[in-house]
């Protein structure tokens, strides 16, 4: 059987937390990796909160981000995110930093966390 731990790499894109506002990530550097998995997972909504999950690119970690066209995307995001619920989004795009943003559009806050999975690395195994 082979050692999946060692062959992905995997970035804490937004801690768990109870969110009450907009969230977007630091800058997650895909250098080195040829694929990348966003895993959402939520807790308990608060207040109706209604969150609405996407992904963005840049060619740089400070530079304008854009959003990723459905095309570059495995999968696809909710319209909103539920409770008590796990999803999954490859990202198959050509830039080098990605950004996780949870946006805010309705109510009070929801139990999340985001992490990115990075596969097909350039050298393995990965640390």
Known sequence: MRDLQSNIGVVAAVAPATLTATN???????????SACVVINTGAIGGAGNFTPKLTESDTSDGTYTDVAAADLVGEF????????VYKVGYIGNKRFIQTVLTLNSGTNIAASAVVVLGNPDQAPVA
């Open 24 to 34: 977007t990530s630091a800058a997650i550097d895909l250098r080195g990796f040829d």
């Open 78 to 85: 909710p319209s909103a995110l539920a409770a008590a619920s």
